[in-house]
């Protein structure tokens, strides 16, 4: 059974950082591309950053390139996005994401991240 558990969100300053995790389980992690999403409100999910294993393939949003970070770490089962230099706009509930098989997209239920004074 497939799982991905996202955490780390919460409500930050803007200018400020935070980093989100995603706990995968219930297939072969370590040759699966992972990737974060995120949906605010009103607007269409979109793709933040995917990452492909091995790692070293890496593919941002041109809104967030240079800001965030995508990794994984595979004996812990685990894809991280590193966010920084957060802005307002950035406010959206986070989404990991997962194709297995090459044939499937699993998700999360998201981690909501607000930017906000």
């Known amino acids: 059974q497939v799982q991905l558990v996202e955490s780390g969100g919460g409500l930050v300053q803007p200018g400020g950082s935070l980093r989100l995790s995603c706990a995968a389980s219930?297939?072969?992690?370590?040759?699966?591309?992972m990737s974060w999403y995120r949906q605010a409100p009103g607007k269409e999910r979109e793709l933040v950053a995917a990452i492909a294993s091995p790692g070293g393939i890496t593919n941002y949003a041109d809104s967030v390139k240079g800001r965030f970070t995508i990794s994984r770490d595979n004996p812990k089962n685990t894809v991280y996005l590193q966010m920084n230099s957060l802005k307002p706009e950035d406010t959206a509930v986070y989404y990991c994401s997962a194709l297995v098989r090459s044939t499937a997209n699993y998700w999360g239920k998201g981690t909501l991240v607000t930017v906000s004074s």
């Open positions: 219930g297939f072969t992690f370590g040759i699966s591309v």
